[in-house]
């Protein structure tokens, strides 16, 4: 099993920044690749962005693309989704995911999840 607890939510305003965190424990080395999801009020999750914890490679969203950027540290287990000019369609529960298959099979479905973090933007 893998345990992953996000942190960094808020409030900012738009044209602000964030950054979240996302710590991973147990059976890491099982994990190829960890990404971010997020879920707005009566919307269904959406894929955010994803790295390969192997390589580095990152895949993100094309309503993200340019505005945030996800990052590793291996030695510490933790993946970071920096998140600038944020708009307020960007509001919703951002949930950190890792997945143990290779390639960006976890866009479609990973195979752990945290707890979630809020994240809102005013207007």
């Known amino acids: 099993q893998v345990q992953l607890v996000e942190s960094g939510g808020g409030l900012v305003q738009a044209g602000g920044s964030l950054r979240l965190s996302c710590a991973a424990s147990?059976?890491?080395?099982?994990?190829?690749?960890m990404g971010w999801f997020r879920q707005a009020p009566g919307k269904e999750r959406e894929f955010v962005a994803a790295i390969s914890m192997i390589v580095g490679s990152t895949l993100y969203a094309d309503s993200v693309k340019g505005r945030f950027t996800i990052s590793r540290d291996n030695a510490k287990n933790t993946v970071y989704l920096q998140m600038n000019s944020l708009q307020p369609e960007d509001t919703g529960v951002y949930y950190c995911?890792?997945?143990?298959?290779?390639?960006?099979?976890?866009?479609?479905?990973?195979?752990?999840w945290g707890q979630g973090t809020q994240v809102t933007v005013s207007s």
């Open positions: 147990g059976r890491t080395f099982s994990m190829n690749a």
């Open positions: 995911a890792a997945g143990r298959a290779l390639g960006w099979k976890i866009r479609d479905g990973p195979d752990y």
